[in-house]
Nanobody, 124 residues
Framework: VQLQASGGGLVQAGGSLRLSCAAS????????MGWFRQAPGKEREFVAA????????YYADSVKGRFTISRDNAQNTVWLQMNSLKPEDTAVYYC??????????????????WGQGTQVTVSS
């Protein structure tokens, strides 16, 4: 499956952005879908994930209550709605697809497919 992330940009602190991840090649309904981010000089970290059925979303503590992950398997698309953005949310955001068990849904090594990343910059 090929993943294309988009929707990043420059926003002021407190603002919102909505990232999209469009899939092609295979339907995303086969996969758990995740969002990760990587800031300069830091490791890529888990942000949010959603199971194949969309019944169970998972969030990193740092974004809980501010970010919402959703998916539409018919549109082969996953979104990450980001509200109340903070400067520390600045990073390149990546979407990913995997078939892992739920206990590993936050483990980036368990995702087989990755998009190219989209830059999110939050100014103070």
């Amino acid at each position: 499956v090929q993943l294309q992330a988009s929707g990043g940009g420059l926003v002021q602190a407190g603002g919102s952005l909505r990232l999209s991840c469009a899939a092609s090649g295979r339907t995303v309904s086969r996969y758990n879908m995740g969002w990760f981010r990587q800031a300069p000089g830091k490791e890529r970290e888990f942000v949010a994930a959603i199971t194949r059925s969309a019944l169970y979303p998972y969030y990193a503590d740092s974004v809980k209550g501010r970010f919402t992950i959703s998916r539409d398997n018919a549109q082969n698309t996953v979104w990450l709605q980001m509200n109340s953005l903070k400067p520390e949310d600045t990073a390149v955001y990546y979407c990913a697809a995997g078939n892992q068990v739920l206990s590993s849904i936050g483990d980036r090594s368990m995702y087989a497919y990755w998009g190219q990343g989209t830059q999110v910059t939050v100014s103070s």
